[in-house]
């Protein structure tokens, strides 16, 4: 879809739009949501909401932000009920909204935005295919290209692994990301055994798990959503899988995390770099403190993409402006925004340039792959440094 922005068109959309904006008498800036807060992607909707919330109420108190109207709804992680909401918040006079959080909503929502020409800005679809789908269209989240080829590159290059079985969603995200991790581990040398895909509401993840074993891969990919995911790591650890799971950025909301328990213990996944610990940029300590106070919790990947998302459409207001053309000039004129997700800046496809990391579960935790490396290398240093001490220790001893 290529974007159409003939000065008529302008004139009758500027008309309708300015009258609705009059309508509020000078009143804040109308901004909608739309996120699945129930359904089969509830876990993402309900943590991204959480940070677009938190963000929000920062913005109040900040006498210098934009005066933003916010307004959430739930899609029912239903494609065509995120259409129709779309259609209403931008009826109703919405300058953007941030949504598409998984990509089947994304797809749908775009030919809504395209038409009247707004911005749809999702926090979190990742499909490939959503590159360059529309000038009216944002991502916070790098592209499933990325993280899928990352998972890749790691598992054969530093895991070693040359065998793996893909077990897959038959759904549009699913597809995609197994395709990507598919081509680039072969393209390095490795085997995928199979290909198990498996229909939306499947029940009996442990035949697809006994079928995954019957091939006696190194790895098996799990590529789907939490609920899926999280009910297959459990059935790989009960069939008793000697070999390393592998999974994707679905699985690192915390609570999927919690829910799947200590079967969650060593399961490796990508994700875009985020830490809650340790040497934190000054932004995102203050991003955590405020998660902290206010839910009693520490924030996920989910959470600070939805906190970044309502902070660049401010970002875009105060670069542009409050009408449709001038909000995507703002969009366009952010440079290296300081995001607690990252550097956020836009390339002239609208997505994001950032680099997915391989995380892991440890205590419950997810954990930095290469910091958890390091971590253990400076320990078995400090072991080692210490043994030599006692021994030195000794010698002067003996010696004496």
């Known amino acids: ?54 963000a929000a109420e920062l913005a109040k108190a900040d006498s210098g932000a934009p005066a933003v109207q916010l307004i959430t709804v739930d899609s029912g992680s239903d494609p065509e009920r ?10 109703g006079g919405a300058l953007t909204v941030i949504g598409g959080v998984t990509s089947a ?18 926090p979190s679809a990742s499909l490939p295919q959503l590159t360059g789908i529309s000038s009216n269209f944002f991502r916070i989240y ?131 770099s985020f830490e809650v610990e340790g040497e934190l940029a000054p932004q995102v300590k203050s991003f955590v403190t405020a998660y902290r106070a206010k839910y009693r919790s520490d924030p996920d990947i989910y959470a600070a993409h939805g906190f970044d998302a309502y902070n660049i459409v401010l970002e875009a207001i105060r670069q542009g402006g409050t009408s449709g053309s001038s909000f995507w000039k703002g969009m366009r004129n952010i440079r290296e925004y300081p995001g607690v997700t990252g550097v956020i800046q836009f390339d002239e496809k609208g997505d994001v340039q950032k680099f997915p990391r391989v995380y892991v579960v440890e205590k419950g935790r997810a954990v930095d792959r290469e910091q958890q490396r390091q971590r253990q290398l400076d320990d078995a240093r400090k072991r080692i440094e210490e043994i030599e001490r006692q021994l030195r220790d000794l010698q002067q001893k003996q010696g004496s």
């Open 105 to 122: 909503e994304a797809l749908a929502m775009v030919p809504v935005a395209e038409k009247v020409d707004r911005i749809l800005l999702s």
């Open 142 to 272: 790098p592209s499933d290209f990325a993280e899928g080829a990352v998972m890749a590159r790691y598992a054969y290059d530093n895991l070693r692994l040359t065998t793996a079985v893909i077990l897959a969603k038959q759904e549009t995200y699913a597809k995609g990301i197994q395709q990507v991790f598919a081509d680039e581990f072969q393209r390095k040398g490795g085997k995928i055994l199979e290909v198990i895909e498996f229909p939306p509401n499947t029940a009996d993840f442990a035949a697809l798990a006994d079928r995954a074993l019957t091939l006696r891969p190194e790895s098996v990919y799990v590529a789907a959503y939490a609920e899926e995911i999280s009910r297959m790591v459990s059935e790989l650890r009960a069939h008793k899988f000697p070999g390393l799971i592998l999974t994707t950025s679905s699985f690192a909301a915390a609570s999927t995390i919690a829910n799947t328990g200590a079967a969650a213990e060593g399961v490796l996944f990508t994700q875009a």
């Open 82 to 91: 995120a259409q129709d909401e779309l259609k209403k918040l931008l009826d």
């Open 1 to 54: 879809m290529k974007r159409t922005r003939s000065n008529l068109w302008r004139v009758l959309w500027a008309v309708p739009f300015t009258l609705v904006l009059g309508s509020c008498g000078g009143g804040p800036v109308r901004v909608g949501a739309v996120l699945p807060q129930t359904g089969a992607a509830e876990v993402y909707g309900k943590s991204i909401q959480r940070g677009i919330d938190l």
